[in-house]
């Protein structure tokens, strides 16, 4: 998220008006945002310290989207695409849940190895080899983070995929 935004500050740069101004207060309620959800984690404010804090910011990010098209282009592409995930309320949803982490760097971390093997392996022949290895690489990684073994959690859905 906040890579997207500090790239339209970039390519704004040097330029006056109101688009520096836009993606810089986005930019900074990112910010506030993700601090706000270290402070919790290392609990330097209360539970309810956080979902009040939490309110304000998505306020402030609310207004920000919530708005007429931009004149940039950049700034408008970049409305555009966060609005549609703060429609949906998939944004800011570490704000609504604590236990959630406010980036995927977890789950990046988990795929690495995925990335790893597709070098070393040369890539796949098929598409559909290479989308069948992405789910099953998933599949299994979501299961490690469940605590569950990942061939029981396998059988299972293929059980359960099975004509009957």
Do not use: W
Not at 1 to 15: F, K, P, S, Y
Not at 104 to 119: C, I, Y
């Amino acid at each position: 998220m906040t890579r997207n935004i500090e790239e339209a500050v970039v390519l704004q740069e040097g330029r006056r008006g109101q688009g520096i101004m836009y993606a810089t207060r986005l930019l900074q309620a990112f910010q506030d945002a993700h601090q706000l959800h270290r402070r919790l984690s290392r609990e330097e404010i209360t539970l309810e310290g956080y979902r009040g804090a939490g309110s304000a910011i998505k306020a402030r990010i609310a207004i920000l989207l919530n708005r007429p098209p931009l004149q940039s282009t950049v700034n408008e592409r970049l409305r555009k695409g966060f609005y549609k995930h703060h429609q949906r309320g998939s944004l800011l949803r570490f704000l609504d849940g604590p236990s959630i982490p406010p980036t995927n760097n977890a789950a990046e971390r988990d795929l690495r190895s995925g990335v790893t093997a597709r070098k070393v392996y040369q890539c796949s022949r098929t598409q559909g080899g290479a989308d069948g290895y992405a789910m099953v690489k998933s599949i299994v990684e979501t299961a490690k983070r469940h605590h569950q073994h990942p061939l029981d959690v396998l059988i299972g859905l293929q059980a359960r995929a099975a004509p009957r």
